[in-house]
């Protein structure tokens, strides 16, 4: 019987990203830009809740927005008429954003007057899980209409971000979706996670999100 050798990439793959990860946060911190990495799956809201979070925090802070999708600049257009500073980040079929992708955007994007950058990442909860792109902090948002299991088919996603918005709120009555389970579930995996519902269509919960944000930037610029 043929002998060969196995050789596992992945970890090598992974230690190279999480190099340049800290590396790219080192660099932030002392530029005192905050970097939010934003997730969820497709029809989440995602963009709706970054507009909203624009509209709430423009007049504290100057923001900026890396929007990454596989194809299509339909996102940085709507971002672009709120007036914040955007890019679009096209990642050629790639379904994540790694540590040196996102470097090459904050370049393109140009960070010197951002205090606060929003990498709106590609719409998936397994590949984006995975890569460290140096951002600040890690946040994901799931939506009622996804239901309450998602923390049980992609339990990595849910382990790995700071803050957990629950969107779409407003319309919970019309889903089999039970809030408290879901809350459950995410704290067996992220015992120190924030969780936040909101419905970025009405506004619900998003005072509380900015009051977040606002925190978590002026802590990253003062430590």
């Known amino acids: 019987m043929d002998t060969f050798k196995v050789l596992e990439i992945k970890e090598s793959v992974f ?7 800290n590396l790219l946060r080192d660099e932030l911190k002392r530029d005192k830009t905050f970097l939010l990495n934003l997730m969820s799956s497709p029809g989440s809201g995602k963009t709706t809740t970054v507009l909203k979070t624009i509209e709430e925090l423009k007049s504290d802070m100057r923001i ?20 914040a500073k955007v890019i ?23 960070i010197e007057d951002v205090d606060f950058a929003i990498l709106e990442n590609v719409g998936n909860l397994v590949c984006p899980a995975e890569f460290d792109t140096g951002a600040s902090k890690n946040a994901m948002i799931l939506s ?21 918005l629950i969107n779409k709120i407003d319309a919970i009555d019309y889903f089999d979706f039970d809030l408290e389970a879901v809350k459950n579930r995410v704290k067996k995996l992220n015992p120190n996670i924030r969780i936040i519902p909101i419905s970025a269509r009405t506004g619900e919960g998003i005072d509380e999100w900015a009051d977040w944000v606002r925190s978590e930037v002026k802590n990253w610029n003062e430590k």
């Open 64 to 83: 900026g927005v890396l929007e990454a999708d596989i194809d299509s600049d339909v996102d940085a257009h709507k971002v672009a008429e709120t007036g």
């Open 88 to 110: 679009q980040l096209h990642t050629g079929g790639m379904c994540h954003l790694d540590a040196d992708m996102t470097k090459q955007g904050l370049v393109g994007l140009g």
């Open 144 to 164: 009622v209409p996804e239901g309450d299991d998602k923390p049980l088919k992609y339990p990595l996603m849910f382990s790995i971000v700071d803050v957990l």
């Open 15 to 21: 230690e190279d990203n999480n190099l340049q990860a």
